[in-house]
């Protein structure tokens, strides 16, 4: 007994610990590079101590390191899901596994989602199956205030330090939503994001001056100070908006606050202003398909949404912000190769099969500002690699082999387990939890 609690505890702490970065070499692929080029044909990817060094067409394979065939299969990065709240939401009607918003909390802006992530969540292995590799994790709101907190972003790997960057953002709601919990209107929503950056900006400047009044303060100390690398332009602020005529307030208050580093997000409206989006050099992650308006604020939807914004100029990602965020980031394939389809129908406006892609790739980092570090298979990016079955925008293809960090993981989950236990069901013993 003694000696299988040890082999249990020696299993937890090798969870617990990230597995050492590998090298390894994918060779005869037909690679997408993720930067909104076409893929090629006969393509290798080499990473080594976690980092991608080298991929393209006629690339030497270093001595040494591992190698695997993709035997002419689609290889390509791992994708980045634009907008989630995986890992902090297991149930959402069960308020001991949702950890996305805080009601009874006296703060909002300084709330850190990073704390609460589980590795375990169960969304994190079945979305890791289907070639998932990072994610953005956002807070959600509550009652009282616009801001939700600090979102972070994450890998799907195996082990438990889930966390690959932490405090990256600040995520608020503006339009219906923000007006509704700033207290019932868009225009107590933008006095209090004004006031807030304001706050914070001062605070920024002279930590020590700024008076406090604990539960009674618009902005506590802590939410203060988290707001502070939002007003100087060191943390960018992610802001769900989907009206158009609410795009151009929040635009125009970037002019006035120049060094704010806005994203959009849902922006179901953006194609009407995306003008304006663009020549304020603000990205968006977009929700991908909304053809219906299920709001006064998204009456001008259309599935030529990205499309147009993407004609315009806008650098523009796709997330999936109220589409059962916390489990189905694996959605974002089947979206962007409906928006390649769209390109086949008279009228609408879609994205060619390279910038699809990149949507559910590097646009999404670059909006983020982290570009450098992941989303594309370019020299110095994180080693996430998906090897595929098939094109990996075709809903019936499935990946085959997934690295993190050049770590080959596992694909199996709860659910594939449970399919092979019972994909051939005989008569014979009941299983242990029958069993009386």
Known sequence: MKKTLLLGAACLAALATPAAAQDVAITNAKLVIGDGSAPVEGGTVVVR?????????????????????????????????????????????????NDASAGGSPFNAALDVAPAVNARTSAIAINRAEGITR????????????????????????????VSKPRAFQFMEYGENGGRVAGGSRPAAYAMLRNALFEARDYARNPASFADRGKDALLTRADAEALSGVAQGKVPLLVHVERGSDILVLLALKREVPALRL????????????KEIAAAGVPVIATALNDLPESFEQLAATQS???????????????TINQDEARQARWEKQFAGNLVALTRVPGATGLDW???FAAISSKPAEALGMGADFGSLQPGRHGDVVIWDGDPLEIGSAAVSVFIDGVEQPLTSRQTRLRDRYWDPKEGALPKAYQR
């Open 49 to 97: 101590g976690g980092r991608v060094v080298a991929a393209g067409t006629g690339v030497a394979v270093p001595a040494g390191v591992r190698v695997v065939d993709a035997g002419g299969r689609w290889v390509s990065p791992g994708i980045f899901a634009g907008f989630t709240r995986m890992g902090i939401v297991e149930v959402d009607g069960v308020s001991s596994t």
């Open 305 to 319: 949404n990205i499309g147009r914004m993407k004609a315009a100029g806008v650098l523009v990602g796709i997330g």
């Open 135 to 162: 994610a953005v994790v956002a807070p959600d709101t509550s009652k009282g205030s616009i801001f939700a907190g600090q979102g972070a972003v994450i890998d799907l790997g195996t082990d438990m330090d889930a």
């Open 354 to 356: 390279g910038a699809a």
């Open 263 to 274: 994203v959009l997000v849902g922006a179901t409206e953006g194609w009407t202003v995306a």
